[in-house]
């Protein structure tokens, strides 16, 4: 069975504080993996894809990379307004459709 | 930029209800699929579509029911609410020829 772990659950830094977040999976065969952004009471929100081992992406702050066993989410200098719960997801390469298999989440806290 | 509505940010229904949820989209995608999501659960798929009238059961399909008549438009039913269904609700849809998929804002149902 396709199993997503995240950690930690919770994480507090101070603005400018780096640090990173874990997401570990198992899956028969990974398509693609997944970060997405939740804020309070909102849908989650599209962050990156990661499809193969030694791949990264970068958007402003935040940097994800991908190894066979795990992905990390760097967080550069946060702000405040990184602030969210973060989510990652993996798709397996046997699902007849797109299927994504959720963690639980990181919930982040920057504070001033 | 894609865009995904869905007919009620929060909701409040009786047990033994009926309740419709709407899902909207404004492209042409194909795949659309309803999650609820409950603390330290995660995101649980529920139905998802791949066509006008085609569906398919996700993990925890009991209880629930789907409608897709039209491809923008993909609903789900509790046939009659209960308790444990209180949760939030999140319609998402998923690019053909990439795998992500690009959720809604989302409906927070309380059933009372």
């Known amino acids: 069975e396709d199993q997503v772990t995240q950690s930690p659950e919770a994480l507090r830094l101070q603005e400018g504080e780096s640090s990173s977040l874990n997401c570990s999976y198992t899956?028969?065969?990974?398509?693609?993996l997944f970060w997405y952004r939740q804020d309070p009471g909102k849908g989650p929100e599209f962050l990156f894809t990661l499809y193969s081992a030694g791949e990264e992406k970068e958007k402003e702050r935040l940097k994800a990379t991908l190894t066979k066993k795990e992905s990390f989410l760097h967080i550069t200098a946060p702000k405040p307004e990184d602030s969210a719960t973060y989510l990652c997801a993996v798709q397996a390469v046997d699902t007849g459709f797109q299927k994504l298999v959720f963690g639980t989440g990181t919930r982040l806290l920057v504070s001033p | 930029d894609v865009k995904v509505t869905q007919s009620s940010r929060y909701l409040v229904k009786r047990t033994g209800e009926k309740v419709f949820l709407e899902c909207v989209q404004d492209?042409?995608?194909?795949?659309m699929f309803w999650y609820r999501q409950d603390p330290g659960l995660g995101l649980r798929l529920i139905y998802f579509?791949?066509?006008?009238?085609?569906?398919e059961k996700g993990d925890i399909p009991e209880g629930y029911s789907v409608s897709r008549e039209k491809k923008e438009r993909f609903s789900l039913i509790l046939e009659s609410a209960s308790t444990n269904q209180t949760s939030m609700y999140l319609c998402?849809?998923?690019?053909?020829?990439?795998?992500?998929?690009?959720f809604g804002p989302g409906t927070r149902l309380t059933v009372t």
């Open positions: 579509s791949y066509d006008v009238k085609m569906k």
């Open positions: 899956v028969s065969g990974l398509r693609g």
């Open positions: 492209m042409d995608h194909e795949n």
């Open positions: 998402a849809i998923g690019y053909e020829g990439s795998y992500e998929q690009y």
